[in-house]
């Protein structure tokens, strides 16, 4: 059974920076893709990044594209989530997933394990 636990959300200025990550806990973590969703205040739960197994190949919403980048450390059973030039539509809960249904789906209901969230909050 994997456990996912995020941290390194607060609250920053638009334009600024955060890194988020995902302590995965069990022998499992490397070997599935991973990902990250968010969910702001009144809206649905998001797709944001999807990485690979290995890490060579990542899929990311259109909205966060060129500004965040995911990336894993399977050795430390860890996700990040580097989030840089944040604007205040980026304001949300972010979650960790993992066991993916089928490759980079958009479709929430199709990710098996969850973390419980970390919140995000960019200030204009």
């Known amino acids: 059974q994997v456990q996912l636990v995020e941290s390194g959300g607060g609250l920053v200025q638009a334009g600024g920076s955060l890194r988020l990550s995902c302590a995965a806990s069990?022998?499992?973590?490397?070997?599935?893709?991973m990902g990250w969703f968010r969910q702001g205040p009144g809206k649905e739960r998001e797709f944001v990044a999807t990485?690979?197994?290995?890490?060579?190949?990542?899929s990311y919403r259109d909205s966060v594209k060129g500004r965040f980048t995911i990336s894993r450390d399977n050795a430390k059973n860890t996700l990040y989530l580097q989030m840089n030039s944040l604007k205040p539509e980026d304001t949300a809960m972010y979650y960790c997933?993992?066991?993916?249904?089928?490759?980079?789906?958009?479709?929430?209901?199709?990710?098996?394990?969850w973390g419980q969230g970390t919140q995000v909050t960019v200030s204009s």
């Open positions: 997933v993992g066991r993916p249904r089928s490759w980079g789906t958009p479709n929430p209901i199709e990710y098996d394990v």
């Open positions: 990485i690979s197994r290995i890490g060579g190949v990542t």
């Open positions: 069990g022998r499992t973590f490397s070997n599935g893709a």
